[in-house]
């Protein structure tokens, strides 16, 4: 298939224009004796988003956004407002009307130009997507049905503060969320994977996605039900991170410590396995939460969070740095220009362990192994938690035995962290889309194969 590629240019809003905006005179000319911080975003964004279905692409649209957010921190709190106009005149408005408590601007009625001088290959994208539903059904006659929820986005900032003068990030993030039937008579099994790059699409190996992804649903067409019992539960690596990731990770961003995190007070001391490491890496090469600058325009670097199970570092934006007296650790995230920065995760890593991965299944008597663990949900105020898994399987005396039918996982994250008994040395990398507080942000996550010692698998009590 001949590549197609389609420009989109910023008519009135070239480099030049941009690099004329003078972002930090123009906070330093509004700034009041009362800031102890402020900054200014300008963002432009070109997204495309398509559903693949019946080897065909459907539904694909391309959407171009740009704005500005402006922000400033006083002793009595966060105020910051919003506009998709951009100019001097815009800025000056916006930095104008700050006060503590006051909402977000509504978005202006002016037309949004088409943002971000860069490409987006959409034949390319969408010959990615063939491919990777060609790859599936080559396997076996039973695959049935390939279906994709892609997205690819560009997305440029340049972010000034009161101190730092503008810096410019751009992000380009390809993300994919694929689901591949099987059926056999009258049996109907799907396979899950989320594979993402914040390099170009062609750093995935679709063929490779493909065929793995049709594995798994082939396999779950020998499924039986999963067991209802606590009982060790192995997890793969890569996507089996997400479990770490939002149960145990969460209670440590800097926000969440404000609230009153079980972990506030506890930096210095075990709060896990001493077999346990975890560094928030947003410097990750191609992964899916990967950043050079934050959405503040703090200089990204990994934070250790937990280091052979004791509790190192929180990760902060602006506002908890300045609240806790603390670094900033590069993590302040934003969904877009309409939102303040909020404390998130960028890459979650747990680290190599010695292990054989082999050998942990092994030296499991009975239990299950997570392949692919899926959407949960996180009680915050507790750390209580379930998630799905979509693909597993029992183990029964050291061995990988049969599949099971999609079950849950039941926990508690600080449970979690204590429990882990193995860490393989297998590391590979995943990703996941995570929800706090309505925002939804891209999170790289890798990490090998971990064993923790008990969880409730399937059934409603703990």
Not at 120 to 125: E, P, Q
């Amino acid at each position: 298939m001949e590549s197609a590629r389609v420009r989109h240019r910023r008519p009135d809003l070239t480099a030049s224009a941009l690099e004329s905006l003078d972002l930090q005179g123009l906070l330093h000319a509004a700034a009041k004796p009362s800031w102890r911080h402020a900054d200014v975003l300008v963002e432009e964004s070109l997204e495309l988003t398509c559903h693949f279905a019946d080897s065909a692409v459907g539904d694909a649209t391309t959407a171009a956004d740009r704005g500005i957010c402006v922000r400033c921190i006083t002793d009595e709190g966060l105020a910051y407002r919003s506009a998709d106009r951009v100019g001097p005149e815009t800025i000056r408005d916006l930095l104008g009307g700050l006060e503590h408590g006051e909402a977000p601007t509504p978005r202006a009625t002016s037309p949004a130009a088409s943002p971000v001088d860069e490409e987006l290959d959409v034949s390319g994208f969408f010959a990615l997507l063939t491919r990777i539903d060609k790859a599936a059904r080559d396997v076996d006659p039973r695959i049935r049905q390939v279906t994709i929820d892609a997205e690819h986005r560009l997305r440029r900032a340049t972010i000034a503060t009161l101190d730092r003068g503008p810096v410019e990030e751009r992000r380009r993030l390809v993300y994919l969320t694929i689901r591949i039937v099987a059926t056999e008579r009258g049996r109907v099994a799907t396979g899950f994977s989320t594979p993402a790059t914040s390099g170009h699409d062609d750093d995935l190996d679709e063929e490779a996605i493909g065929r793995e992804v049709a594995r798994r649903a082939l396999v779950g067409l020998q499924a039986r039900p999963a067991p209802i019992a606590h009982l060790p539960v192995v997890v793969g690596p890569g996507r089996g991170m997400v479990l770490v990731h939002e149960a145990c990770c969460h209670p440590l961003e800097a926000d969440e410590v404000l609230r009153g995190s079980i972990y506030a007070a506890r930096v210095g001391e075990p709060i896990a396995s001493p077999l346990l490491s975890i560094v928030d890496d947003p410097l990750l090469p191609g992964a899916a939460g990967t950043y050079a600058v934050d959405d503040e325009g703090t200089p990204a670097a990994p934070t250790t969070l937990v280091e052979g199970g004791v509790l190192r570092s929180f990760l902060t934006d602006t506002v908890t740095a300045l609240r806790l007296d603390a670094r900033r650790t590069g993590n302040g995230r934003r969904q877009s220009y309409r939102h303040s920065a909020l404390p998130r995760m960028s890459n979650t890593c747990v680290l190599a362990g010695d292990s054989n991965p082999a050998d942990v299944v092994a030296d499991t008597k009975r239990g299950i192994y997570a392949e692919h663990v899926g959407g949960g949900e996180v009680v915050e105020s507790t750390g209580d938690f379930v998630f799905r898994v979509t693909n597993g399987y029992l183990i029964e005396n050291g061995v990988l035995t049969d599949p099971i039918e999609e079950t849950t996982l039941r926990g508690n994250g600080a449970r979690v962290l204590l429990e882990v008994d193995a860490v393989g040395n297998d590391v590979r990398p995943g990703a996941a889309k995570c929800a706090k507080h309505g925002h939804v942000l891209p999170v790289g996550l890798s990490g090998p194969t971990v064993r923790i010692r008990s969880l409730l698998v399937g059934g409603t009590a703990a």
